[in-house]
């Protein structure tokens, strides 16, 4: 499904439901509604929000996770519902016994996917990317080179300029990622969900603080998408979290992605990963299915 990442993003307002909508209020007078069928996530991003009972109750029922933003517009807790697919319990027991060989290649695949979008991400800004598909190749099953590392050290200058730090706790171009990363993770959230694994189960990623290392590992070749994005707007002159912004990376989610028959939305290709993901822990498959390198067409 592609649905809308719906961001509340206004201090005091109210969520609730009625009759197949989520509503929007303020002081009991209603502002805005949107079809719970259109819903693909919601991210609350704001002081003072209040929530019924009865709309989270719904969102977990039809899969959407509600994302809940602390400072730096970074998610400090998701609404998971218990129950996501009719073979979740099968597919969590297959999660949880993946071997430790397994889970290395397929982040290994993970990681080669990732450098690629970071050089396209280059390649589309007119930056020197051809080193990029060298790393690719370099990264071996687990990644115990950590090529991934020394690939962000390239990328960032290159992409950002050589006074950029990436800094999760900072403002500007970081909390433009930063909101980005939120959307982008809310998305991945819900394929994880729909395809019955587990989010603390992860194949690489393992802070012990962090309850969805399978989320954060399965978006990583997704992010330089958002990364362009933020080029863009910083090209565009603008380089704090307004408005416009927040619409810009919204629609990040929506692009269609190249993959084997043609393109494909993201969120679809997400869904695909994640269920290739389950396939693979049960011994189906040794492949992860993940979009092609490059961009769309005017991206």
Known sequence: MVGRVVEVA??????AVSRGFMTIAENGAELARVPLDDLAAVVANAHGLTYSN??????????????????NHRPAAVVWPVDGHHAQSGRM??????????????WQQIVQA????????????????????????KVRAGDPD?????????????????EFRRDQEGEGLNALLNYGYAILRAATARAVMAAGLHPSLGLMHSNRGNPMVLVDDLMEPFRPLV???????????????TSEAKAALARTMVVDLPVDDGLSPMMTCLERLATSLAKACAGETDRLILPKPGLPLGF
């Not at 027991?93 to 397929?106: F, I």
Request: charged share 25%; hydrophobic share 45%; aromatic share 4%.
């Open 10 to 15: 206004t201090d005091g307002r109210h969520l």
């Open 54 to 71: 009865n709309l989270l109750v719904t969102l977990a029922a039809r899969g959407v996770p509600m994302v809940l933003c602390g400072a």
């Open 93 to 106: 027991s297959d999660q949880a016994r993946a071997s430790a060989p397994l889970k290395k290649r397929l």
């Open 114 to 137: 990732k450098i690629l979008a970071q050089g396209a991400t280059l390649d589309a800004v007119g930056a020197e990317a051809g080193g990029f598909r060298l790393l690719a190749r």
């Open 146 to 162: 950590n090529v991934e590392a020394e690939a962000a050290r390239r990328y960032w200058p290159l992409l950002l300029g050589r």
């Open 227 to 241: 990364d362009r994005e933020v080029y863009r707007l910083k090209e565009s002159g603008v380089v704090e979290l």
